[in-house]
């Protein structure tokens, strides 16, 4: 007999693998014992003998037994060799493998239904540029960047940022200037609101109808776009370095802005960036939505129902700036509100 050298259970010799735990045995050497028996010894009797063959079967050590023993057992019976052991525990070993990727694809697979139920609890998706462009109003935001995210999509507020940031690292005073005057206009649009319904005005809304836009008029919307930038390209040799300089000389000559060759290149990367994204503009998704305004304080309240774009492009949502002013313009407030926001754009 032989022994696993991982489980230690005992094996027949001719085992390849262990019945027990499947681990795969060395290759048995077997030597074929002499025959050391004559004819001359013939005559010996085989009472004689049977012990020493007795005695020889049931002698074992915890090594593994020599050929020579094997072969004075090979009367005695030898259990088959399974060898499909090792199969099946391969078969469990995959199996299990297998349990574990599906235990945790499953898991992943709530953790991204458990983010995009909060998202949606949170007001994510179409919702969000309207339910965020009436906090800045209650906020009395001043904030240009902020409400330029809820009507626009982000590579136009990233060409925002990055100009203003240009103007402001070559004359900080100018910024001054822009930030004052933006302020200023806001605080008067906001002091007519306040004359008009009271301190504690709030604007709330109801979407009363969202219906998704089908592709013809999703393309309507972006050959706006198209023609947008079309006349932007006949009007503005934007990928021409000579049109910065000349940009450059102007703001140097009429409003005292020096603009650094860096500056001048960083100003021109930033508008090529805009207008390679206005030029590729697609619209992912897109909603016609009517919606129920309503603003009202201690002095006052107006209801008014307007219907308009929600797009998304390149990931962003956000309120279809020509369809959102048209609705706005006139109606929805008895103040112009359309002035405040073509002043943003």
């Known amino acids: 007999m032989r022994k696993c050298p991982k489980c230690g259970t005992e094996l027949p010799d001719e085992a390849l693998f262990c019945n027990e735990c499947g681990e795969k045995l060395p290759s048995p050497v077997v030597e074929e014992k002499k025959d050391e028996t004559s004819d001359n010894n013939s005559t010996t009797e085989p009472a004689a003998k049977a012990p020493e063959t007795s005695t020889t079967a049931e002698t074992t050590t915890e090594t593994a037994p020599s050929s020579s023993a094997a072969s004075e057992t090979a009367g005695s019976y030898t259990a088959p060799v399974d060898n499909s052991v090792l199969a099946k525990a391969q078969a469990e070993s995959k199996n299990s493998n297998i349990g574990i990727i599906a235990v945790a694809a ?18 994510g998706g179409y919702k969000a540029p309207l339910k965020h462009f009436v906090r800045n109003f209650n906020n009395q935001s001043a904030d240009v960047e902020d409400y330029l995210s809820c009507v626009a999509p982000g590579f136009a507020v990233n060409l925002y940022k990055d100009v203003y940031g240009i103007f402001k690292s070559a004359d900080k005073g100018v910024i001054e200037d822009f930030d004052e ?13 306040i004359d008009d319904f009271g301190d504690d005005f709030k604007l709330t809304f109801e979407i009363r109808d969202a219906e998704p836009l089908d592709d013809r008029d999703i393309k309507d919307i972006e050959e706006i776009y198209e023609d947008l930038f079309d006349s932007i390209e006949d009007d503005f040799d934007y990928e021409d370095e000579d049109t910065y300089e ?11 802005i020096s ?7 960083k100003l021109q990367n930033a508008v090529e960036s805009f207008m390679g994204k206005l030029e590729n503009f697609k619209i ?19 209801k008014t129902t307007e219907t308009f774009y929600i797009i998304k492009v390149n990931g962003d949502w956000f309120l279809e700036p020509f369809s959102f002013m048209s609705a706005i313009g006139s109606d929805l407030l008895p103040y112009d509100m359309y002035d405040l926001l073509w002043y943003l754009y």
């Open 106 to 123: 499953v898991g992943l697979l709530l953790v991204i239904l458990l983010i995009v139920g909060i998202s949606s609890w949170l007001g």
């Open 284 to 302: 992912q998704d897109a909603y016609e939505v009517k919606v129920r305004f309503v603003i009202e304080g201690e002095d006052g309240s107006e």
């Open 259 to 265: 603009l650094s060759k860096s500056q001048i290149r």
């Open 181 to 193: 005057a933006v302020a200023e206009e806001f605080e008067d649009f906001f002091d007519d609101v």
């Open 246 to 256: 000349d940009l450059a000389d102007d703001l140097d000559k009429y409003a005292d």
